[in-house]
Structures are given as structure tokens and as C-alpha cells.
């Protein structure tokens, strides 16, 4: 062992100074370097890290040595061990005063550390020491380290100095102090914020890296503020301009390119500048021209610096000269055999298109190329072209393309946005029903559990809904088309759980509604539904709920229900559940059988997922129940809050019991109330000793007092005596219940979505020629028909394929296609409603998907305004009562504790009326529960204005309540109403 | 941020270097290095060197038995990143002379210096090869 030491430090002593390394050494990088597989190489590893343990520990080790080790470290990292058993040593190595071990040390630092890390503070102190050094070396490694080590608090211990070495005489260190503060503005943007001046300074510094450097900080600022910026417009083009003219030192031509990285940098900038800004735009257009007249094409990097022109001009104001060049580029990027070229064309047409929709269709067979390639990032470019492309004629065949690629792909990252996508378009663009319903129908098959919860209650509110205007029959034939295709699909061995979800919701509350199923047939699948699946709780629950709505639709309808044998055992199965909300359900689903007819339409009114509910969180409907027991000598209910104040002036006895009280369980019998407190006892109030024993009948009583809006009266002595009521209240209006304020899609919104189909205004014509031209160009290329015909629907769109035909065959008159076209326009003009108009930019004549209606929507939707009023955070898709999710049965079930029979419908409307039914028919107390008994919304509306005066914020959260429906709403999908009405 | 990290992996698939711009833990980087080199070594030559991985974009070149593999958000302008690893792999052929991966393995930290004189913060800083390698030959003089 010794003689290998000594060896190794001849070695170290050898050729390569510093740098040099121990025999050891190399052979441990030899012999890492050797291993074939895995395992041998974490046994190298895992015996190096022992070997490293013992030798670190070390005091006498060498620094030579000991930087040797970090380096061997960094080995034990990188090929996946723990380390850190060595941190504390990389520490240490950065206090060392040779610039190379220090350098070491820094580099170990960052690439075992992240900012958040314990050592960190040891390792600031070192950093600002090296900020102050003379050696300009040691100032970039501190520099370096700053940059990856800073966290938010230790910023302002190192700040001065960064900011200081901006102005360093040193071009790399005012580089690297750019870099340091351009990281503490990421990292806590508002500690440097007063220095963000220093980067506009920077850029006028003479050395062209620390200009360089400063681009990637101002590119953050102007993409978070354009409009600040929009006076360097001239100086960044004024560079650009320099660069290209190749003022720059030679040392930064890449491939006799003049320093294109900046060039690509800038281009970026001046893209962001541009955006919308005609006058910005103006000073562009000539030295953007000019780099891309003379891109050099032979290599890599002039193409890539044309890429970023295209992007650049894409994104300025148009202008119709550097278009036409950009489209140029486009076709030689789409001709090119190189993989990569095409990528980037396909990836700038789709930024083209934007602006100029002609450009793809001159493209089509290229694009149909690309997407056909075995090249799957190839594809998934395209694809994203054509969702980009995406309008109502072509809808079909993009989205069912999507489809086919998403089934045959593994990778679930893909597939979901895939999938997501492929919901996107069609709830904009689906052209019918069936269509709509067939495609989410293959997207929920093959991706049903990846994609967003959302979407599948979108379906269900699609379903519900219609399509917010009054033609119930689109509706109800939406529905049964549904239906046919759910009791179909139903019998399939594997569908994901939330498919399965929609199905069961779907055919319960529709299965029946059109009459071609009967309740035994829709039961008897949704039995079997709950049957095969017997691990997903929420699948059954959403069965056993649905079953419910079945057979009480059978009552409702005055028919007999039979139970079915399978149905009686799955209930009798459910009832000893483990889990607690499927035993709810199913006893819910009991009771409700028995229950006759007339209640049963009340809990459970057909089709009903969708009304707007009231709910009376004051409970006012008791207030009668509640003045009988006060008449009868029942104490008020004291708000908490009152309580607490009460306690505040009460004697300092009191005081302590109370909080004597609050902390442990007391077992004797409450203490009477001072006499002191006498005159605050309203004179309504009987003997309070009535209240001493704490047990249920008083519990439900007291129940009834929390709601009772009689703030005023209180006394300190009920206050003890009902503490157990503390926060009935409170947690009846958590927010986890007033939750269902979203919104109904109500009919408003619904109108302002903007039109999907717009007619495209390409003469027939002019498209002639280019298609004439395309095929001039590739002569000697045969297309195959089918290609072709792929691109026609594509591109074409139906309206258009008949003029595709005619330009390949060469034979129809011209008119003909014109007569197509027109057609279309007409067909299209009358699904156009007024408002469409507005909504949709009348220059926007040629319909390219990318203008939708859902950033217009939630704008307007008076709902969300009323959300964000009420500063609600939910996340909507838990608004759902227990038709749509299980998981939130607690909730309800605290707020009816003494309801036994709860309806787990679809509604909280069905919800209410449940719990006033079931109390009237349980103990028939008062008149006010019986006049919500039957209630449908109006009777709630009723009894809330009973309820006394409530503030501001109540009667809006009330309002938001209104909107609150069964199925979690959210403008999406405006076009498919328009679509399929159309 | 344009960069997130940058990877030299061999074709066995063992890393020889390894800079994570943002932070992730041991098991998530061993993970990610693992599904990124699986995905890229079964790609064949004429397809594009780009590949989508989770929300990143990888660019990738292979030079000899290994692959640089730089893992980029979507702002990026792919094809000049294929050049930077060129300018990366140029600059340590300056420097190193015919460089190969067993150079990378003897001189990490050296390739790593090179590396922080380049990108810094997930951005290309710096690509003049002289301003990239002057501290380091610097370094070596004076120790």
C-alpha cells in the first residue's frame, strides 16, 4: 500500500503539474471504465466508498490527495451513490488558498448541493470572502458558486458585492456577476428588483460575451414585460446588425458563422419586442431580411439561425416580404433529407400558419410524409401541427389519426397529452353527435385513467346539458345515442375506472329516459358493472347511485319495481361494506325503494342534474321548530363568537374553568351559573339545569339553536353549557361544503361562443395553379392515392375535396368546386350566431382551430367573476355531491348527522329535500320543515328570505350556491354546441 | 432557463458526466439518465436528434462510443443546441488534443471548468473558445 502511495505521488509530481493523478487513481477510472454491467460497477463503487470514507476521515491527508478524492466523489455521485458522507470535505476545500483545489472545491459544492442544503451557510461566508479577492480567478469560481448556491435568504449577504463586480475590470467576472444577478432576480425577484437597471447597462459593455451573457437575463425581463422594454428595440437591432456584419472578435464565429448564439439570442428578443407591434416591427424587418438572404444552408448552424428568423417573423407583425422568404425556407427545410431539417419545418409551419393558413396546404404531402414517418419525434411534431391546423371540416380526420397514434404509444406522458388533446378538438369541432360520443368513447378506452378528471365530468355535463339551447330533442337524442353506445361498450372485460364512471352516470340518470331500454336491463348491467369490479369503490358507488336513480324513476312512474336478483345480492353485499359511503348508498338505495311514489319524484326528479339548487345554509326552514322549542323553554343558541366575548367579561373564575373545560373531558355534571351572570340570561330562558345532561335528543335540539338567528341573547352560562356545539356552525360552512359554487353553463355563455367554422377563402382558383405547381416540381414523385387523399381531408376539408379532385384529374369545371364551396360557406353562415361575430376577429377569414372560444368565454362568464368575488380556492372538481364522488360523503354526512336515509343523488337540491322529507317523515316536527318538504327550489328560495339579514359576501356565496349543479362546469368546450346544432 | 442539464453517457449507458441545472434528487437523476439513454441509444442515425422526454426536449449527439445528451425546456432553439454540443466537444478537443472519453474520465473536473465557463444558470454564455479555456490553462500554470 505505501509503495502504491508512493508511486502515485511520483505520479502526481509528473508531466501534468496539478492536474496530475495517483496510480490509484487511475486505475480506478480504468477500472470504471471497464465494468460492462451494472452490477460490477456498483461494486467498485460501493467498495471505493469505503475506501474514500476511511481516507477523508484522515487528517494528514495531503490537499493534493484530498482534491483527488473529491474527484473520486464526484465518481460515487455520478454513477448514482450517496456521497454525502463526503460533503462536508468538498466544504472544507473551498477555504483552501490554492486556486485549483479552491476551484475543485466549489465545483464538488455545487454538483453535490442544492441551494436549500444545511451546509450552504458554511460555504456563504467563503463566497463573500472570494468576491474580495484580487485574483480575478478566484472571484469567477465564487462567482460560479453564487450562482448555484444562493438561496433566497443568503441573497442579500452577497448582493453588494455582485453588484459591485458588475463594473469589474475583468470582462469574465462582470460576465459571470451578470449571470449571479440575473440568478438572485429568478430566484427572489423582488430583492434585486432595484437592480434590474444593471442589465440594460450591461448590455452597452464592450466585451461581447458579458453583452451575451446580459441577453439571457433581459430575454426573462421583456417575456415577463414587453412594454418596458420597447426602447432597446433600436439598440438590439442595432447589435444584431453589428454581428452580422461581423464587428465581433473572430473568436466567435462558429463555422464561419459571425457568434451565431448571439444572433440566435437576439432574433428570440426581437420576436418578444415585436409581437404585436407594428412600429417595433418596422426597424426589424431590414437586418432580419438581410440574415436571412445570407444564411449559409450548408451547415447546421446557419440553418438553426434561419430557424430562429422564421420563428422571429412569425412572431413580428407580418410583413409579406419576409413571409414569402420564410415560407421559402419552410419548403427547403420540408424538402430537406435531413431528419432534423424537417422537424424544423414542421415545427415553423405550424408557427406559420398561424398567420398565413395557405402555407400548410402547400406542404401536404410533405406533412402526410412526416407524419407517416417511423421517426417518432418526426410524428409527434406533425401532430402537434395538425391540432394546430385543426378546423371543423378536417376535424375527423386529424382527431381520429391522434386516436390511433395515441393507442399504439406506451409512453403514458404522451398519451395523456395526446388524449388531452383529442377531447380538446373534438368538444370544439365534433361535427355530430355520434361522432363526439364514438371518440370520447375510444379515448377513455385506451386512456381512460390518464386523462384529466375533468374531462370525464365535462362529458357527463355535456350529456346533461345539451347543448344550453332549447332543442331537447338534439339533446335527448345526444342522450340515447349515449346510452346505445354505453350499454355496448359496458359489456367490454377492461375499461379504465373512469369510463366506467361516465357509464354508470350516464345510464343512470338517462338509461331508461328514452324508453328502449327497460330498468331491469340497464340494472341488471349496472350490477354487473359493480359486480366485476370489485376493488373500484367509486365505480360501485357511481353504479349503486345509479341504480337508485333507476328504480326511483320506475317509481316516479307509478311502475312496480322488481328488484333483481343480482341487484338484491349486490345491496345485501354493500350493506356490510367496509367501506362507510358505499354502506350509505346502500342503504339509501334500500330506503328509497320503499319510499312511495310522490316522495320518490321529489329526491329524485328525472333529469334534473342540471337545475339550479338553492341551498339554505342558515337553515331558516327550522326557525319555526326552533321558536316552538324556545316557547317551550329551550335556551337560544349564543354564537361562538359572542360566547367568547361573554367569557372576556365574566369573572376570572369562570374564566379558568372554562379553559379548564376545553382541555380535558369533564365526567361531573356542569356547574349552575353564577348569579352574576343573571341579568343576562334573557328572561325566555327556563331553568338551565334542563341542559345538564348532554345526550342525544339535546343534541339534536341544539342543533337547531345554532341556527336560530338570535345573536343578541346570550349568557355566559350557556355559553359552558354548550360548548360541544362549538363550531356546528363553523363546519357547516366550511368551505368544503359551500364548495358547489361553480357555475351551471347556463345558455348566456353558451351563446358568446365564437363560430368553429368560418368558410376558408382560398379561390379555388389560385389553388389550381399551386397545386399545378406543387406537382411540376416533384414530377418524378408518385403520390400514392391514398396519400393523397389523406391530404385532401386534411387540408381540403370536406367542403374542398371535390376541388382536389378536380385539380389532380384535371377534368371538372371550375365551378363546380366553386359551387362547393359555396355551399359550404352557406352551411356554415347558418350556424354563425351573432355573437359569433364578435368573438372572432372578422380579418380572421380563414379558419385555422387556433382561435377558440375558451379564452373568451370564462370572461364573460358571470360565475367565475362570482367566484373569484367570493375568493373561493376549491378546485372545481371536488364541488361534487355524492353522485359524482364518493369522497365527499363526510362532509354531508356532518351536516346531516341525524338524517338516516340520505340521498346520495345527483343534486344537493335532491340532497335537501331529502334531509327535510326524511326529518318530516321521521319525527313530523314543524310546519317549516314541511314547507320545505316538497321543496324544489322555490320553497328554498322562500325559506332563505325568511332567514334574516344576511351580509354582502353571504348573499353572493348564496348566489354562487344557485349555480351550483350536479356536474362540475367549466366553459371548455363552447363549439361543440354551436357544432353539433349547427 | 433554457438548458436543465447536460449528460455525457457512453453506450453501455454508464454516465461520465453529469450537470443538473435544476435541482433533482440522486434517485430522480439515476432514473431520468436511465429512460433518456434507453430512448436515444434505439434510435437509428437518420432520425432526428431530438428527442421528447417527460417536459423536456433532449438534443443529442453521439460522437464515437459516446453520447452528449442535453436536455433543453421547450423555448429552445433545438438545432443550435446540436451545434453547442459541437462547440462543447470542439473546445475540449482544443484543449485535451484528440479528445476521447477516457480523457473526460481522467480530467472530469477539468471538463466540468470548461462546462461552467459555457453555461452558467442553464445559458449559453459563453462559445469563444479562447475566453472558454483561458482560465483553465491559466489554472494549470500556475499549479
Known amino acids: ?982 | 432557463m433554457g438548458i436543465r442539464f447536460i449528460l455525457m453517457v457512453n453506450k453501455q449507458g454508464q454516465t461520465r458526466l453529469a450537470q443538473y441545472y435544476e435541482y433533482l434528487t440522486l434517485e430522480e437523476r439515476r432514473a431520468l439518465e436511465g429512460e433518456i439513454v434507453r430512448k436515444c441509444l434505439a434510435r437509428n442515425e437518420q432520425q432526428c436528434s431530438f428527442v421528447e422526454h417527460r417536459n423536456y426536449k433532449i438534443v443529442y449527439r453521439r460522437y464515437a462510443s459516446l453520447f452528449f445528451l442535453v436536455g433543453v425546456d421547450n423555448e429552445e432553439n433545438e438545432l443550435a443546441i446540436l451545434e453547442f454540443i459541437h462547440l462543447l466537444v470542439e473546445t475540449m478537443d482544443r484543449h485535451f488534443g484528440n479528445v476521447c472519453e477516457l480523457d473526460i474520465m481522467f480530467h472530469l473536473e477539468k471538463a466540468h471548468f470548461m462546462l461552467e465557463e459555457m453555461v452558467m444558470n442553464g445559458c449559453i454564455v459563453e462559445t469563444s473558445k479562447a475566453n472558454i479555456l483561458s482560465p483553465i490553462q491559466l489554472m494549470d500554470k500556475a499549479s
Open chain 1, 1 to 982: 500500500m505505501d509503495q502504491l502511495k508512493m508511486i502515485g505521488r511520483e505520479l502526481a509530481m509528473g508531466s501534468q503539474g496539478g492536474f496530475g493523478q495517483s496510480k490509484e487513481f487511475l486505475d480506478l477510472i480504468k477500472s470504471i471504465g471497464e465494468t460492462r454491467s451494472k452490477a460490477e460497477e456498483d461494486r467498485i463503487v460501493l467498495r471505493e466508498i469505503e475506501t474514500l470514507k476511511t481516507r477523508l476521515g484522515n487528517p494528514n491527508t495531503p490537499k493534493f490527495k484530498l482534491k483527488e478524492y473529491l474527484v473520486r466523489l464526484l465518481y460515487v455521485e455520478m454513477l448514482g451513490h450517496d456521497a454525502s458522507f463526503g460533503y462536508i470535505y468538498a466544504v472544507k476545500m473551498t477555504h483552501d488558498e490554492n486556486l485549483l483545489f479552491k476551484r475543485t472545491g466549489y465545483l464538488a459544492v455545487t454538483l453535490f448541493l442544492n441551494e436549500d442544503h444545511d451546509l450552504i451557510i458554511l460555504i456563504v461566508n467563503t463566497i463573500q470572502k472570494d468576491l474580495r479577492s484580487d485574483n480575478y480567478l478566484v472571484v469567477c469560481a465564487a462567482l460560479n458558486a453564487a450562482c448555484r448556491l444562493i438561496n433566497e435568504e443568503t441573497i442579500p449577504a452577497v448582493l453588494p458585492q455582485v453588484v459591485e463586480l458588475l463594473g469589474h475590470h475583468k470582462e469574465a467576472v462582470r460576465k459571470k456577476a451578470v449571470m449571479a444577478l440575473y440568478r438572485f432576480h429568478q430566484r427572489a425577484p423582488g430583492s434585486v428588483s432595484h437592480l434590474v437597471s444593471n442589465f440594460r447597462k450591461r448590455l452597452c459593455d464592450n466585451d461581447p460575451g458579458v453583452m451575451g451573457a446580459t441577453l439571457c437575463p433581459l430575454f426573462d425581463l421583456i417575456t415577463i414585460d414587453v412594454n418596458s422594454y420597447k426602447d432597446l428595440v433600436i439598440s438590439f437591432v442595432n447589435i444584431l446588425k453589428q454581428v452580422a456584419e461581423r464587428r465581433l472578435p473572430r473568436s466567435y464565429d462558429y463555422r464561419h458563422m459571425p457568434a451565431p448564439f448571439i444572433q440566435i439570442k437576439l432574433l428570440k428578443i426581437l420576436g418578444l419586442l415585436g409581437n404585436g407591434d407594428k412600429k417595433a416591427s418596422e426597424h426589424m424587418y431590414t437586418i432580419v431580411g438581410d440574415i436571412m438572404r445570407k444564411f449559409d444552408s450548408t451547415s447546421n448552424i446557419g440553418n438553426a439561425v434561419l430557424y430562429e428568423c422564421i420563428c422571429c417573423v412569425s412572431s413580428i407583425h407580418p410583413n409579406p416580404k419576409l413571409l414569402e422568404t420564410a415560407a421559402d425556407a419552410i419548403s427547403k427545410f420540408l424538402k430537406s433529407d435531413s431528419h432534423n431539417l424537417r422537424y424544423l419545418g414542421i415545427d415553423a409551419l405550424g408557427r406559420l400558419t398561424k398567420i398565413n393558413p395557405e402555407i400548410a396546404e402547400q406542404h401536404q404531402l410533405a406533412v402526410i410524409d412526416c407524419l407517416e414517418d417511423l421517426d417518432d419525434t418526426l410524428k409527434r411534431k406533425t401532430f402537434e401541427l395538425l391540432y394546430k391546423m385543426t378546423k371543423s371540416s378536417n376535424v375527423e380526420v386529424i382527431v381520429n389519426c391522434m386516436v390511433d397514434y395515441m393507442i399504439n404509444i406506451n409512453d403514458n406522458h404522451f398519451k395523456t397529452e395526446i388524449a388531452s388533446r383529442c377531447v380538446e378538438l373534438a368538444e370544439q369541432f365534433a361535427p355530430s353527435n355520434q361522432w363526439f360520443i364514438q371518440t370520447m368513447n375510444k379515448v377513455f378506452e385506451h386512456a381512460g385513467d390518464l386523462v384529466n378528471a375533468k374531462v370525464a365530468h365535462n362529458l357527463m355535463r355535456l350529456i346533461a346539458e345539451g347543448f344550453g339551447e332549447d332543442d331537447n330533442i338534439v339533446d335527448s337524442q345526444l342522450r340515447s345515442s349515449a346510452v346505445e353506445s354505453y350499454t355496448r361498450i359496458i359489456g367490454e372485460p377492461i375499461l379504465p375506472s373512469a369510463f366506467l364512471q361516465v357509464i354508470c352516470w350516464v345510464l343512470g340518470e338517462y338509461g331508461t329516459a328514452d324508453g328502449k331500454y327497460s330498468a331491469s336491463y340497464i340494472s341488471g348491467k349496472l350490477c354487473d358493472v359493480a359486480e366485476a369490479l370489485s376493488t373500484d369503490e367509486i365505480v360501485k358507488a357511481y353504479a349503486v347511485t345509479a341504480l337508485g336513480k333507476i328504480y326511483s324513476f320506475e317509481i316516479a312512474a307509478g311502475r312496480k319495481v322488481n328488484l333483481l336478483p343480482e341487484c338484491e345480492s349486490l345491496i345485501e353485499e354493500l350493506l356490510a361494506s367496509h367501506s362507510t359511503d358505499l354502506q350509505q348508498r346502500a342503504y339509501e338505495l334500500r330506503a328509497l325503494i320503499g319510499l312511495d311514489a310522490h316522495v320518490v319524484a321529489n329526491l329524485m326528479p328525472m333529469d334534473a342534474s342540471c337545475e339550479d339548487i338553492e341551498i339554505d345554509k342558515g337553515l331558516s326552514f327550522l326557525d319555526g321548530y326552533i321558536q316552538q322549542a324556545i316557547e317551550n323553554g329551550a335556551q337560544p343558541y349564543v354564537s361562538e363568537s359572542e360566547r367568547l366575548g361573554m367569557s372576556n367579561i365574566s369573572n376570572f373564575k369562570s374564566q379558568e374553568q372554562h379553559e379548564f373545560l376545553t382541555h380535558s373531558l369533564r365526567f361531573e355534571a356542569y356547574e349552575l351559573p353564577k348569579p352574576s351572570m343573571t341579568p343576562q340570561v334573557p328572561p325566555v330562558l327556563a331553568s338551565p339545569t334542563e341542559l345538564f345532561p348532554v345526550s342525544v335528543p339535546y343534541y339534536h335540539t341544539e342543533v337547531n339553536y345554532s341556527t336560530t338567528p338570535v345573536p343578541s341573547i346570550s349568557s355566559a352560562g350557556s355559553s359552558e353549557l354548550q360548548l360541544r356545539l362549538d363550531g356546528v356552525q363553523k363546519k357547516w360552512g366550511h368551505p368544503s361544503y359551500f364548495s358547489p359554487t361553480s357555475s351551471t353553463l347556463n345558455s348566456d355563455a353558451a351563446k358568446i361562443q365564437n363560430g368553429s367554422t368560418k368558410p376558408d377563402s382560398v379561390g379555388s382558383a389560385n389553388s389550381e395553379a399551386r397545386h399545378v405547381s406543387y406537382d411540376s416540381r416533384k414530377p418524378q414523385v408518385e403520390i400514392s392515392p391514398e396519400k393523397q387523399k389523406l391530404a385532401a381531408s386534411l387540408f381540403g376539408g370536406a367542403s374542398k375535396s371535390d376541388r382536389r379532385q378536380s385539380s389532380s384529374s384535371q377534368k371538372v369545371p371550375k365551378n363546380n368546386s366553386h359551387a362547393a364551396y359555396k355551399s359550404h360557406v352557406e352551411k356554415t353562415a347558418t350556424s354563425d350566431t351573432g355573437a359569433q361575430k364578435t368573438s372572432q376577429p372578422p380579418s380572421d377569414l380563414l379558419d385555422l382551430g387556433e382561435t377558440t372560444g375558451t379564452s373568451i368565454l370564462p370572461s364573460l362568464d358571470p360565475f367565475k367573476q362570482l367566484e373569484g368575488v367570493l375568493d373561493q380556492t376549491q378546485d372545481p372538481t371536488s364541488l361534487n355531491t355524492g353522485g359524482f364522488s364518493g369522497t365527499d360523503a363526510p362532509d354531508i354526512m356532518s351536516l346531516y348527522v341525524d338524517t338516516s336515509l340520505r340521498d346520495q343523488g345527483n343534486s344537493t337540491a335532491n340532497l335537501l329535500s331529502t334531509v327535510n322529507d326524511s326529518s318530516s317523515l321521521l319525527s313530523g316536527f314543524s310546519d317549516a320543515t314541511n314547507r320545505t318538504g316538497h321543496g324544489g327550489n322555490t320553497v328554498a328560495q322562500l325559506t332563505q328570505k325568511l332567514s334574516e339579514g344576511p351580509n354582502h359576501k353571504d348573499s353572493l356565496e348564496k348566489d354562487a350556491t344557485v349555480r351550483q349543479m350536479g356536474v362540475t362546469p367549466s366553459g371548455q368546450n363552447p363549439n361543440l354546441f354551436k357544432d353539433l346544432l349547427g
